[in-house]
Structures are given as C-alpha cells and as structure tokens.
C-alpha cells in the first residue's frame, strides 16, 4: 500500500482529527509568534513594506517541488499574522470589523472540517436541519408577534439588502418568474436617505432598478416628515415604492425612526426595508433593544452578526415575517432539488439563497447562541456600547478634542479642535503607516472626522485614553 503524500491527508472522515491536530498546533503557534512581531494593531510601514515583506517570505509562491505542510503553515500563516489588522487590538477602530470570538471560530473550524455545501439536502443533511432551526429563531426575535417568521442566511448586509430589493421588484410583479419575469408598466421606485449604506443604490443598479430618490439627512437620520412629503409628491406619478431605512449607519451609528417611518410606509401603502446590519444586534440586549421599536413592522429586515455578532466572516441574515415572502426566489435544477425529490420530504435549499454552493456560516452563529445565550450576547452589546460612551464622556473632557455627537451604537466621531480636514486625513494616515492606531474616517456636513468603531467588548477606559494619546501625538501644535 502506497504512503499518500505529506499534506495529502483529508479533513473528514474518523481520521480527519488526527491529520488535524498536529497541523493546528502550527498554525497557532504561528498566529502566536505572528501577533508578537506585529506588536500593534496594523504592521507599521504602509502598503509597500507589508508588500515586500509578503512577497519575500512566501517566495516562490507556487514552487515545482512544495515544502511541506508545516513549513507552508508555519511560513503563511506567521506572515499573514504579522501583516495583519488586528481587531481584537483596542486601537483598531477604523470599520464594521469585530474580533471573532474563539468559540465562534472553532466552530468555524469544524464548518471547514465537515465542508457541508448548503445547496441541496444530501450534501448537508444535519447542517440544513441547523440552519433552519436556527435562522428561525432569530427571525422569531425580529418578528416576535409573527406565526412563522423565517430568515435567508446571507454573506453580509450587502447581500440582505440586494435580496431585499429583489423581493420588492418581485412583489410589484408577481406574475413573473425567474427565467420570464413580468414588470408592471412603472417599476419599483426606492425611496432611501442619504445616510443609507451605499449597497442600497448599487443594488438597484444591478437589479435594473431606477435610481433611487435620495433624500437630505442632515442630522444623520431620515425624518419622517421629509418621507411623507416625498411619498405625497410621488403619489399619482410613479409605480410600487420600497422605503428603506437604516439601524446603524456605518458613519455615526445613527438609527432612523422606524416606528415613525413605518407609520408613513403604510400610510402611503410603500413597501419597508430596514438595514439592520449594524444595529440589529441590539436585540439581543434588555437595556437597548428598545431603540430598535418599530423593526418588526419591516417588510425585510437585514441582520449580520460579523459585526455586534463576534462572529467570523460571514454571518448575515435576511429576516422576513413569513415564508411566503421568499416564494420569488424558488428555483429548480434537477441535480440539486428534483421535484419528485422535494415531493417526497427532501429539503429544497437552492431555494433559500441566490448562491448555489454556501458555506455552512449557520454552525458558527449557532454554536454562540447556544453557548452564551440572549442574555450572554446581550451583556457583550451592552459593554461594547458602554465604552463607546465612556469614549465619548473622554473627549467631551478633553481641552482640545471636538465631540461630533453622543454615540447611538458603538462608533464615536470626533476630531482635535481646529483641525482641518487635510490635517485630519494626514493623522488618520500617519497612525496607519506607523502600525500605532486604525481609525476610520467619516465626513458629515460639518466636515471630516475621525472615526473610531469600537467592537472588543474586552476594551477597557485605559485603552481609550492612550488612543486619544496618539491622536494627540500626531496633531499639529
């Protein structure tokens, strides 16, 4: 019996562990020594430096002869470590990019291992049954009062929100199908504010759509009263609307009115998406699941928990009130969901997503729901937001920071007082190129600010004042 070749062995079957176990012990140790060389949250240096030293140490990428399986692990993994950005650091604070907790990633480990594909039952028998009890279940918390509240797990909110607008476009048509869809004789106007996640406008781009009507958010959020004079104008002169709103937007963290913007929907007999993507967590938490009033009364609602979620990329969610809204996105292919197949009690899952092969990104979410629980997840909403506020209540006492506005979620805008706007993007620069900080940038209509988005619940009040510290260190005097 020929000996397979080093690095040859598979991830399943009753040997997999054991093939497993001496390769993991490579890959953390070099995760290891890779954080202890970065030493910060971003390598110092700047794009080229982390360039160069990607392409000397992985040099030849794709050798004739390879090197083995702990050398390539060890080689790798090490350098991308180095190399990386790093939110579980306290001064990477820049995006909606959390650290993922190790219970989530072990999880995610076993997802890799098993490699379900979620696009028909044979392929994925246990994991379809996960991912339906489980998308339920967080649908069930969007839609409380609903009878058979349902949700599509999706890469993101980018995805919740194109699948969110084709279910719109869909239900303004329902004659069509997928391969000879039917369009009324006005297509679907969306309705949107100006703080709305720039997926919002793509998405109707790719789905054909007229551009949507943008309207003034000066304050951050979309008023209702700017809505209702919208919808008023448009009454008589155009087709279906679909209003969307935005809990969380990813420059300040703002949350629109839903109740208020719910109540303007139906008056006007629109169609209501939120994007929840960044504030949906909320949930999750007794003390500020209150803010979120009014999201059950959405049409769709976007969640992701790789964001407020502590869960490694991608954990998305589409949440709907009933099953019958996702009707548009039935499909067939015979390998995959025959119908004599679906007839006899096997699980359609072509149906359930517009991607054919997915990734079982449902264990992950329900290995962390189950282990920590609502109240669990909710503790870590709450001290995320907590130290957005003591962040907050920091610059707010200090002589020369500027506060743009107390934080709704977890980002805090702020800025050295008197700074300009060239000023500002240098700093935020010069933290970058020498590894110290990762702050983001937002510009609102008074102008550019520094961004910091925090999502370690472990950050402590210290952390805080050494970021202000740097910024400091780097402001013209």
């Not at 720039?198 to 943008?214: C, Q, V, Y």
Request: proline content about 9%; overall charge negative; glycine content about 8%.
């Amino acid at each position: 019996m020929t000996v397979p070749p080093a690095g040859t062995a598979l991830a399943g079957g009753t040997n997999g562990p054991r093939a497993l176990r001496p390769l993991l012990d490579t890959v953390l140790d070099a995760l290891t020594t890779g954080a202890e060389d970065r030493a910060g949250p971003l390598p110092p240096g700047g794009p080229d430096t982390v360039t160069r030293a990607v392409r000397d140490a992985c040099h030849p990428v794709f050798p004739d002869h390879g090197t083995g399986p702990h050398t390539a692990l060890r080689t790798l993994v090490h350098t991308l470590a180095a190399g990386a950005s790093d939110p579980a650091d306290p001064h990477c604070a820049a995006h909606l990019h959390c650290p993922p907790l190790a219970l989530a990633t072990a999880a995610d480990l076993a997802a890799c291992a098993l490699n379900p594909s979620m696009d028909s039952w044979d392929q994925a028998p246990a994991a379809s049954a996960l991912e339906a009890l489980t998308s339920r279940a967080l649908a069930a918390l969007v839609y409380p009062q609903a009878t058979d509240p349902d949700a599509l797990i999706t890469t993101g909110g980018t995805e919740s929100n194109q699948l969110a607008l084709l279910l719109a476009r869909e239900a303004a048509a329902p004659a069509g199908t997928a391969t000879e869809p039917h369009r009324p004789a006005r297509p679907l106007q969306i309705v949107c504010g100006a703080n709305a996640h720039h997926s919002i406008p793509r998405s109707a781009w790719l789905l054909g759509l007229p551009e949507p009507l943008t309207l003034p958010t000066p304050d951050g959020i979309l008023t209702p009263d700017t809505v209702h004079t919208c919808l008023a104008n448009l009454a008589g002169r155009a087709g279906p609307v679909l209003l969307t709103a935005t809990a969380g937007t990813t420059d300040s963290g703002a949350i629109d009115p839903l109740a208020d913007l719910a109540d303007v929907a139906a008056r006007h007999g629109a169609r209501f998406h939120i994007d929840a993507a960044y504030g949906g967590a909320l949930l999750f938490s007794d003390t500020h699941r209150s803010t979120l009033h009014g999201l059950a009364r959405a049409h769709t609602v976007g969640l992701d928990l790789h964001k407020l979620g502590w869960q490694p990329v991608a954990a998305g969610l589409l949440a709907v009130p009933g099953p019958a809204t996702l009707a548009p996105l039935a499909h067939q292919a015979d390998y995959l969901n025959a119908d004599d197949d679906t007839e006899a009690g096997l699980p359609d899952l072509l149906s359930r997503s517009l991607r054919t092969t997915r990734r079982p990104d449902i264990l992950k979410i329900a290995v962390t729901l189950k282990a920590l629980g609502r109240h669990g997840l909710g503790e870590l909403v709450d001290r995320t937001l907590a130290a957005a506020q003591t962040l907050a209540d920091l610059i707010e006492a200090h002589p020369r920071y500027e506060l743009h506005s107390r934080p709704p979620l977890s980002t805090v805008l702020f800025r050295p007082t008197g700074a300009d706007d060239t000023t500002l993007a240098t700093i935020r620069r010069t933290l970058l190129t020498d590894g110290q900080a990762v702050l983001g940038r937002a510009t609102t209509p008074t102008g550019l600010w520094l961004k910091a988005t925090l999502l370690n619940p472990h950050t402590q009040p210290g952390d805080l004042t050494t970021l202000l510290k740097l910024v400091e260190g780097h402001t013209p005097r």
